[in-house]
């Protein structure tokens, strides 16, 4: 069950592939749904 906003796993089977792989250069990074997620919730609430 996904949370009110969230990506669905229809819409995160669509657009993972898109993504580039995770770890490639720099730090760990989160986990792209989580940060989609996330960039979601801030157009969605305009936070700053």
């Known amino acids: 069950m996904v949370g009110r906003g969230e990506l669905t796993a229809e819409a995160w089977s669509v657009s993972a592939p898109l993504l580039p792989p995770s ?13 989609i997620n996330g960039i979601w919730w ?7």
Request: aromatic residues 4%.
């Open 23 to 35: 770890g490639q250069r720099g730090g760990l990074w989160r986990d792209h749904r989580t940060i």
């Open 42 to 48: 801030k157009a969605r609430t305009g936070a700053p």
